[in-house]
């Protein structure tokens, strides 16, 4: 039993290059990558050949990360026209594509590839030679590997990240230094010239770059050449066949400590930790403190040759730190885990909105049951101590957490766990409308009580990543499991689901994230852009860098949702159900359906407050580990999920009812979903102030432009036999933004003499927020119309704040009035306006 290794590997992994490489780690400690690359060798040409044809090779990977999610890799002819212009947005041409085969098991490193390459490619020609006139230029290409997720089998935006050029598993060496970040070093290219007139760099110049007006040339011949930057001068190859591996970046490189000895492995761990770990200022760790506290610890075991006492040690110093992505694998540890959750009394505890720690289920039969506890009962304490002091003490099995309400739920349900030698367990508790009571509890092997409070309780074994359904109230509802599933037949079922709701004009869809353990940022990223009708920056990154010594953010590296064709863009309300099981990348979808205040949030909690990129690496004893190494934050530069995770915006209470109504499995997160899709957004929000009402000018400048009245932004319309008799008519009003309108009472007669005499009958009153606004505060105007002479009594309403707005106009006929053309009752006319602004 891994219990937390299936989790923890299936959260995302970002990056700041424009692949799937992970963290950004020196070459070698110390040394820069491009230094580490540099060799000295004599210019070398071989002319055996006519020119290459066929390219093979060899990828060999040691990120645990690297298969997670891909459905179809791929290996190609990768057009260098991004790098050459330094363009990061550079979008390599389909018709430049060439596509290789892999020709081995893709899952099992290494794999190998063959790539034919054509007479004529159709790359972008690049001048390099930089001698000032116009030239046809050559044609350059990598072989790399990508993954591609959308449409057909080549690479579209998307799919390329965005644009750019590879950094990583490609035939090139690119650095992550911050001095020279994306920078080719080294490596090999593929260079097709036209014609034998074309001329190429022979080396790197005096400022390390490559295409630069410092570097030395060499002539080309005409055709295909495998030019080795990894030589100085470079070496030109001709073969026919060549052999190209692709480059695994130290960047994305497997640390491997497993070969070291127990207190070795600590101290390269502690120094990984110290340097590279994502948020040590924001959570105030203090390294120093936990290497005089765990290290003996190391030394002790390694001493006593135990590797139990080993993964003991590494469990806790794990536990230290509180950030849900920072894990192992505790399968070593399993007899342990069994042995401290064993025992129960048939009690699981729940903390009710209010702060009151409950029995949200009893076993049957159980000693708990027995003793008269009933379900919704108030505990009081156990063992004597107060339960609120009990529950804080407990250190869950799951542990660490980011977010502390997170941890708080866990330790709720740890709380009533027990190794069997506990024997018996005293419990003060007050039964719904009853007195307190105590007593002694007997410890059995029950595991029902545990169960029942698991997060993923009620969640299928398996599921697809994306499944979807109508709902009985017409609303769409998706659920997305995963975001490190095949990736391929994610988007595949997401766009079926979009399609069809797009199709059938599906009101609202409901997103439901609650069990996610995340995976691929960018994926996650991109399902979200669906909903979104331009791109939007969502957030950026910083890792660690060798050269400052410090974390490095590239001004250029941007989290960007790049919507899809108009057709499956999704324009309706959507809400977001969120809850401690969506993680990672789980919770990078729910904060970007949150930009612009595209969607609202539901749920009885946060999100985990997992809000990093994640490396694995191996200690001793081939022990699986993973720490944060890259700092995410929003597009203004703050950090935004680690340790507080997505909160939502209408928080369903916790409640002994909503314990007893989700026990007979009814969602009342999903019903609190349909209620709040069905009312426009800023509902229950109680507004900040209340909108500004113009001066007369004012009324009359914006009547004149054209400004909407309430009623014409209103989802309702009425006939006129509706308004023609006394009574109330609602309208809601929803807003998509602050805006202005008009708020008025018109009346119009066939004549002004009849107009005067009708005006001497009606009384008019408006009520803004439950306040009588004063007449005095209203323009009035008469005006002609269609051949009736009216008066409109308005004013215009403008700086709306978010929230739940109120409007009454309440007119009155003291008696019967005839307007020239029918009667009209005496009574009260009463229009209600409720206006929403998001």
């Not at 790197?204 to 030395?216: N, Q, R, V």
């Not at 960018?522 to 950026?540: C, H, I, P, R, S």
């Amino acid at each position: 039993m891994k219990l937390k290794y299936t989790l923890f590997v299936t959260l995302a992994v970002l990056s700041l290059a424009v692949t799937a490489c992970g963290g950004l780690q020196p070459l070698v400690e110390g040394t820069s990558e491009t230094e580490a690359a540099s060799t000295e060798a004599p210019m070398q040409v071989d002319t055996s050949g006519e020119g290459p044809k066929v390219v093979t090779g060899s990828v060999e990977y040691t990120d645990l990360f690297f298969t997670l999610g891909v459905a179809e890799p791929v290996v190609i002819l990768e057009d260098q026209g991004g790098f050459v212009a330094r363009d990061r947005k550079f979008l390599i041409p389909v018709e430049s594509q060439v596509l290789g085969q892999i020709t081995s098991d893709f899952y099992t490193s290494p794999f190998s590839y063959s790539l034919t390459l054509p007479s004529e490619p159709k790359g972008t020609l690049n001048d390099v030679d930089h001698d000032g006139q116009k030239d046809t230029g050559v044609m350059i290409f990598a072989v790399a590997y990508w993954t591609n997720t959308w449409g057909d089998p080549y690479l579209e935006r998307r799919d390329q990240g965005g644009g750019g050029w590879s950094s990583a598993y490609a035939s090139t060496r690119v650095s992550s230094d911050s001095d020279s970040f994306l920078e080719v070093f080294g490596g090999q290219y593929l260079v097709y010239a036209p014609d034998a007139n074309q001329q190429f760099p022979s080396d790197f110049g005096a400022d390390k770059k490559l295409f630069t007006d410092d570097d030395p040339l060499m002539d080309l011949p005409a055709g295909w050449s495998e030019v080795d930057m990894d030589q100085s001068p470079f070496a030109l190859v001709r073969s026919e066949d060549l052999t190209l591996d692709l480059y695994e970046p130290a960047s994305s490189a497997l640390d491997d400590f497993s070969q070291m000895t127990y207190t070795d492995a600590f101290d390269a761990m502690l120094e990984k930790f110290r340097k590279e770990y994502a948020y040590t200022d924001f959570k105030n760790i203090d390294w120093d403190a936990r290497e005089k506290e765990f290290r003996p610890r190391f030394e002790a075991a390694e001493k006593d040759k135990d590797p139990h006492a080993f993964a003991l040690a590494l469990r806790d110093f794990i536990w230290s730190i509180p950030d849900t992505h920072v894990g192992m694998d505790t399968s070593p540890l399993t007899d342990d885990f069994l042995n401290d959750i064993a025992g129960g009394i048939g009690l699981a505890l729940g903390e009710t909105s209010d702060g009151k720690i409950v029995a949200r289920f009893v076993t049957p039969g159980s000693p708990a049951d027995k003793a008269g506890i009933e379900f919704g009962a108030e505990i009081v304490s156990m063992d004597g101590k107060p339960i609120d002091d009990v529950v804080s003490a407990i250190v869950p099995w799951s542990s660490p957490f980011s977010n502390p309400e997170i941890k708080r739920l866990q330790q709720l349900r740890y709380a009533t766990r027990f190794t069997m030698d506990k024997g018996q367990v005293d419990v003060s508790f007050i039964n719904p409308g009853g007195s307190e009571k105590s007593a002694a509890l007997d410890v059995v092997s029950e595991r029902d009580s545990f169960s029942v409070t698991s997060f993923a309780a009620g969640e299928p074994v398996s599921s697809l990543p994306v499944d979807y359904q109508i709902l009985p109230s017409g609303y769409g509802y998706i659920k997305i499991s995963s975001f490190s599933d095949n990736q391929v037949l994610s988007i595949q079922a997401w766009e079926y689901a979009l399609q069809y709701f797009i199709d059938n004009e599906v009101p609202g869809v409901i997103l439901d994230m609650r069990n996610n353990s995340g995976g691929s940022g960018w994926l996650a990223d991109q399902m979200a852009a669906y909903f979104f009708n331009e791109e939007t920056v969502v957030g950026k990154g910083s890792t660690y860098d060798e050269v400052t010594g410090d974390f490095y953010m590239d001004p250029a590296s941007e989290a960007l949702m790049i919507p899809p064709r108009e057709q499956l863009q999704y324009n309706g309300p959507v809400v977001v159900m969120v809850g401690p099981a969506c993680v990672s990348a789980c919770e990078f979808f729910s904060y970007a359906m949150t930009v612009n205040d595209r969607s609202i949030v539901v749920g009885e909690y946060p999100t985990a407050g997992a809000g990093g990129g994640v490396e694995a690496f191996l200690m001793p004893e081939n022990t699986y580990m993973q720490m944060t190494v890259s700092r995410q934050m929003d597009a203004d530069g703050n950090i935004h999920i680690e340790g507080s995770g997505v909160v939502p915006d209408v928080r369903v209470p916790v409640t002994v009812d909503t314990f007893k109504r989700e026990q007979a499995s009814e969602d009342v997160i999903l019903e609190a979903a349909e209620k709040v899709i069905s009312q426009p957004k800023g509902a229950g929000i109680t507004p900040s102030a209340s909108p500004k009402l113009a001066s007369a000018d004012e009324a009359q400048s914006a009547l004149s432009s054209g400004a909407s009245f309430l009623e014409d932004k209103a989802r309702e319309q009425y006939a006129a036999e509706e308004v023609s008799v006394p009574g109330v008519l609602t309208y809601t009003v929803p807003l998509a933004k602050s805006e202005t309108l008009i708020w008025a009472y018109y009346w119009c007669t066939t004549t002004t003499d009849i107009l005067e005499q009708n005006f001497k009958q009606i009384d008019v009153q408006f009520e803004m927020n439950g306040e009588v606004v004063p007449l005095d505060q209203f323009a009035t105007l008469e005006l002609p119309s269609g051949g009736n002479q009216c008066r409109i009594i308005y004013t215009a309403l403008s700086d709306w704040t978010t929230g739940e707005h109120h409007f009454t106009t309440t007119v009155t006929f003291k008696s019967k009035i005839n307007d020239g053309m029918d009667d009209y009752p005496a009574g009260q006319y009463v229009s209600e306006f409720s206006v929403f602004v998001p």
